[in-house]
Each structure stands twice: as structure tokens, then as C-alpha cells.
């Protein structure tokens, strides 16, 4: 299995709303990863995992609170967004390297959540 | 700051053509150099390369690292209708790739 799986594909909420993004993959990788990306604009770092414990958070807002529940799984929870939240939310996992070092193994993507803030 | 930029921002091409796809990269810690291909949802994987000078062919698809001028291009020969895409090159380092903006792609029949 080379698939990553995320749920829901699309999800449109209002600001005061609560929400999960779920991410998961059976490929063994042990490090995981949330992507944004707005139209027409690459992919942005936002959280990466590894061995199940936060190991990056790219300055990323409160209101986006990661949680990796086990090696498989990631969840995106979302609170109080914001209009400009609206984006394509990517999931990725990867082995992890050598001495534990991440990400300059392949990254294999899920399908994305496409996310819109009201 | 590390960064990635890419040339041309967009191409349109005729099917058969031959196009080279640009990346330049100042990415501290640099340990790969990925390239990816995005039509309407995720990235798939095309490339990684890690050392200079090594080509790196798939079908009709190449792509070559030079990490003394820190770039690399990817090649597609006898383009079709389907390579139509984003082409997005990555820096892999320590902890984290760094997207370039990407490569738009229109190859018309």
C-alpha cells in the first residue's frame, strides 16, 4: 500500500466552527507532515512529525492544533478559522533518514482537503 | 533565507516538443533535490537527486543536479497532452522541503 488517505476531500466551515482534517498511511513511514497551499502558490510547511512527536511547527497559528494519535495517523484539528485559512490542506509521509534525519527522503502525498472558511 | 525559484513560471508547447524545466536553489543544509508533478490534487513523485552530474531518466522524463551552481533541470522529450501539469521542484534539508513556485505546463495537441 503507496497511499496516503485523507479525509474529508472537501470541507467548508464557518469561523466559530470546530473541525478535523485526517491524514493516514500504512507504508511504515515514520515521520508525517501538514502541507497549506493557496491557489497557484507551492506547497508551505506547516507541522511536520516524527516518531509521533512534533519536531517542526513552521510558526503556524493556534487556531491549527496538530495531533499524531499513533504512527499511521495525523489529524489537523481546526478551530475559530479565519477566511484566509481557505486553502488545499496537503498530508505527506516519509521514511525517516539516517540518525533520524527527515525530509530529504521522498514525501509521498494524500489527495489534499480542500478547505473553505466562511 | 533559503529559497527556490523556477523558469519559466509557464510554457506552452505543441505535443512532440522537447522542454527543459529550470530550478536554482539556496537551501541551507541541503541534502536533496526533488522534483514533483501537480495536476489538480497532490504532488506525485518524479525525481530526487542527490549528487552532481548523475542523470536520472524515467521514460521520456530526465533530470540533472549540478550542486557547484546550485540547479537542476528537468527534460521531457516527445511531450503529450498528459504531461500537462505544475511541475514544482523542491530542496530537501535537514528538516524540511522548500517548494519553488513552479512550472506551469500547457502542452497542446
Known amino acids: 500500500d503507496t497511499e496516503v488517505t485523507q479525509t474529508p476531500k472537501h470541507l467548508v466551515m464557518g469561523m466559530t466552527n470546530k473541525k478535523s482534517l485526517k491524514c493516514e498511511q500504512h507504508m511504515g513511514h515514520r515521520a508525517m507532515y501538514w502541507y497549506k497551499q493557496k491557489a497557484k502558490k507551492p506547497p508551505e510547511l506547516m507541522f511536520v512529525y516524527s516518531y509521533e512527536k512534533l519536531s517542526i511547527n513552521e510558526s503556524v497559528p493556534s487556531r491549527f492544533s496538530p495531533e499524531c494519535p499513533n504512527s499511521s495517523l495525523l489529524n489537523l484539528h481546526l478551530h475559530a478559522l479565519q477566511p484566509e485559512d481557505s486553502a488545499l490542506y496537503l498530508c505527506?509521509?516519509?521514511?525517516?533518514?539516517?540518525?533520524?534525519?527527515?525530509?530529504?527522503?521522498?514525501?509521498?502525498f494524500g489527495p489534499g482537503t480542500r478547505l473553505t472558511v466562511l | 533565507e533559503d529559497k527556490v525559484v523556477q523558469s519559466p513560471l509557464s510554457l506552452v508547447v505543441h505535443e512532440g516538443d522537447t522542454v527543459t524545466l529550470n530550478c536554482s536553489y539556496e537551501v541551507t543544509n541541503f541534502r536533496s533535490l526533488l522534483w514533483y508533478k501537480q495536476e489538480k490534487k497532490a504532488p506525485t513523485f518524479l525525481f530526487m537527486l542527490?549528487?552532481?552530474?548523475i542523470e536520472k531518466k524515467s521514460g521520456r522524463l530526465s533530470s540533472i543536479l549540478d550542486k557547484k551552481e546550485l540547479f537542476s533541470i528537468l527534460n521531457i522529450t516527445a511531450t503529450q497532452t498528459g504531461d500537462s501539469a505544475v511541475y514544482l521542484c523542491?530542496?530537501?534539508?535537514?528538516?524540511?522541503?522548500?517548494f519553488g513556485t513552479g512550472t506551469l505546463l500547457a502542452v497542446q495537441p
Open positions: 523542491a530542496g530537501g534539508a535537514t528538516n524540511k522541503l522548500i
Open positions: 505527506a509521509s516519509s521514511q525517516v533518514g539516517l540518525a533520524g534525519r527527515l525530509t530529504y527522503n521522498e514525501q509521498f
Open positions: 542527490t549528487s552532481s552530474g
